[in-house]
Structure formats: C-alpha cells, structure tokens
C-alpha cells in the first residue's frame, strides 16, 4: 500500500522548520509535508489585517491539489488544529485522518479576543523577538525549558524570526474563528488527540471535551510536556503518530 500523505500544521508563531523531529522521523511510514503558514516562515505572500483559519485551510487545499493529493491525514497543533478544523469542516471528505494536538474546538471567549487583539498589537509595535521572549514559558514546560535547552532556543528562535505582521494577522485570525465542535461529532475518521500534562494554555479538559466529541478517537497524554508536546517529547508523539498511521492501513 501506498504510504498516506501526512500535513503537519505548525502552531503560532512557527512555521514549518518547527516540525524537522517529525518530519525526520515519520517519513518512514507517511510522505510528509510541513508547509509554512501564510506569511510564516518562507511564505511571503501578502497579508489581510486578519488571516482567518478558513483562509488558511483553503491555501492548505490548494497545495493538496498542486501535489495532486486527493486525500491526506491532517495533523495540527495548537493553531494548526483551528486549521485542520477548518478543512475537516469544508473538504471532509479529503480527510483521511485527523490528528488534533494541544489545542482545542471551541471559540475564544471575549477575554481571549481582547488578549488576542493585545498580541497583534505588541507584535507589530515589539516585534516578534518581544513575543517569542513572553511565549516560551507558557508553551514549554519548567522540565522541558531545564533538561532541553537546545530545543528551548530552537523554537524561541522560530518564533523571533516570524513576520510581525504575520504573527498579528494570524493572532487576529483565532479570534474570529467559530466553534467547531460540530464538525468533530460529525467527523466519521479515524482521529487521535495528543496533548500534554502540564499544558496550561488549553488543559486537559479541552483536550477531554475534543475526544468526548469526536466518534472512536484516541486521547493521548504526555506527561512532562506542555503546549508543544511534538518537541518536547518527540519519540513519544512520534510513536503515537507512526501507530495512528499505520492502523490506517
């Protein structure tokens, strides 16, 4: 059997590089694309004031049809959830797996729309060197910052690299999208949800709330990692992916 096309959706604000322990490590088992995000990374198309998920997922399908994949396991974490949301909920039938990590299907209250608005705000008036300084202790854990410095710098570094204005964009974005919880009850796929035990920014229980919803999914805890389980512990979620995807077949 031909191996399944794996997309990993990197979270904000990262880009594509932010999955090399993935893309080295499950190329194995998927033929895996990492694509940077609309003005993330190397992509320098232009930017609307807000980059809606919906946007997203639709660049998302045209690089689908540019490769001529018909269909593909999506794999998002933390944004790229909101994105693979998206898609599932226009093109479901092009999912032929969902794998939602560290983030969540509901909709930012007003507290978080206001706090979103805030970041895009510091991003452009700081720059995102100010925002990857602030992000790095809430989405990577005390252990991990203390046993993995290497990795530390390396995500903190994608962060300050990012466009400015990308990063508000995209900040803009999540406060608009719309609760999809909806779509996870009707998705018919096979789905895995992987977090981390000490991921403060979406708990365990929006985690819980993702796999009460979605039909015959599988519910992954790592202990030890925060809101980037996929480098804080990468043999781990490497191993829960490469199993998710071998089962598809």
Avoid at 84 to 98: D, K, N, S, Y
Avoid at 195 to 207: C, F, I, N, R, V
Wanted: proline share 6%; with cysteine.
């Amino acid at each position: 059997m031909p191996k399944p096309a794996l997309i990993l959706i990197h979270g904000f604000p990262l880009d594509g590089s932010f999955w090399q322990p993935q893309v080295e490590g499950l190329s194995s088992v998927a033929e895996v694309l990492a694509p940077d995000l609309r003005g993330f990374g190397t992509d320098r198309r232009e930017l609307p004031s807000a980059m809606s998920m919906e946007a997203y997922a639709d660049d998302l399908r045209a690089l689908l049809d540019g490769r001529g994949i018909e269909r593909a396991v999506l794999c998002g974490l933390s944004m790229g959830g909101y994105v693979a949301m998206a898609f599932a909920e226009q093109w479901p039938e092009r999912v032929q797996g969902l794998i939602l990590c560290n983030t969540r299907s509901n909709a930012d209250t007003d507290a978080g729309k206001t706090a979103r608005e805030q970041t895009a705000l510091d991003a452009l008036d700081k720059g995102a060197a100010v925002i990857a300084r602030a992000m790095i202790p809430k989405v990577l854990s005390e252990r991990t910052r203390r046993e993995q410095p290497d990795a530390t710098a390396r995500v903190e570094a994608i962060m300050a690299s990012q466009r400015p204005e990308a990063i508000a964009a995209a900040s803009r974005g999540m406060a608009l999208r719309a609760d999809r919880t909806h779509v996870l009850r009707n998705f018919n796929g096979p789905a895995l949800i992987i977090t981390g035990s000490d991921d403060a920014l979406m708990p365990l229980p929006t985690s819980e709330a993702m796999h009460a919803a979605l039909p015959g999914s599988r519910l992954i805890v790592i202990e030890g990692a925060a809101h980037l389980s996929s480098v804080e512990a990468p043999e781990q979620f490497n191993a829960e992916v490469s199993l998710f995807l071998k089962q598809l077949a």
